[in-house]
């Protein structure tokens, strides 16, 4: 054991410890919606009594008194502030996160394990809002939040187009030629595949980026590098061996926002989901109620929803407001089963 080694070790610790605070910080906020008022003294003096009851050799209880008297006040502080959150999936450092600064840099983002918990606690004001990707130019459309967006009652109030850069990521010190495995998401890794191949990395599949990115730097496991974004390597302390890894220069990911409430701007874009009939010419009898108003659609996507039936998706040009817009929707009620407006917005392509 060396000096170095050791100060490698707290240097580690110290990173946990916040990211720790941070996470009770996060819940803080969360609790706040549950209370009816911020003070709880019976609250507080339970977590110092389980502060009295733990036994620690080299932790004196006045030292981990002051320490929590800290935390609670600033945990109040912060409740005080009426600050809202934006969800999204993942660990902190994921592209969800980077496009909701994009978005509103003032909410405060919350990672969730699934897109579902992030659908759920949006629905149940949990959260104010929620962020999801949808279609990605490498990788398609986003499956499964497609089909959560089928069945929920959620509006979207905004969008994103944000660039996707991968980097290489290890730790702090580590030899980019010692690397022989890396960890990502599978569309990551995907979207890196002849990086991978020319530089002969095996790829092992995580969770997301920015969670692999975490492991690595909690675990450091031998000769193991991780794709994943800047962020995530300035969060989790890891160096970046190599930037804009991705196989192709236009790797851009659209990202949705979510609200319970409807967006209370007029918007430049609409989208809508509706289904129709199993009848030869319904699908283009419904577009055609566009296309006869010279309305620009952005986006079509078929999802499968229920055995031998499909939900399509559409983006297009407009506002709700506009006199094309709404005889369209009016048309295009007379060709479908089922027709529901998710939403009129504005979205924002990040350079």
Known sequence: ???EAIREKIDTIDSQILQLLNDRMEQALLVRKFKAEIEDMNREMEIFEKIGNTSMALIQRGFLEKIYTEIIRESKTLQQKGL?????????GAYGEMAAGEWNRELIPFPCNTFAEVFDGVGSGLYEYGIVPVENTLGGSVDQVNQLLIHTDLYVVGAVVLPVHHCLLAPAGANHRDIRTVYS???????CRQFLSRNSLEPLPYNDTAGAAKMLADKKPKRAGAIAS???ADLYHLEVLKQGIEDLDR???RFLVLSRKENPEQGEKC???????????TLFRSLEAFASRHISLTRIESIPNEPGNYAFFLDFEGSSHSDAVVEALQDIKETTTWLRLIGC?????VQ
């Open 345 to 349: 917005y504005n979205e924002r392509s």
């Open 185 to 191: 998401h599978p569309q990551a890794l995907s979207q």
């Open 271 to 281: 989208s809508i989901i509706f289904a129709t009939e199993h009848k030869a010419g």
């Open 251 to 253: 790797n851009i990911t």
């Open 84 to 92: 809202e959150v934006i969800a999204f999936q993942g660990e902190h």
């Open 230 to 232: 800047r962020l995530a």
């Open 1 to 3: 054991m060396t000096i």
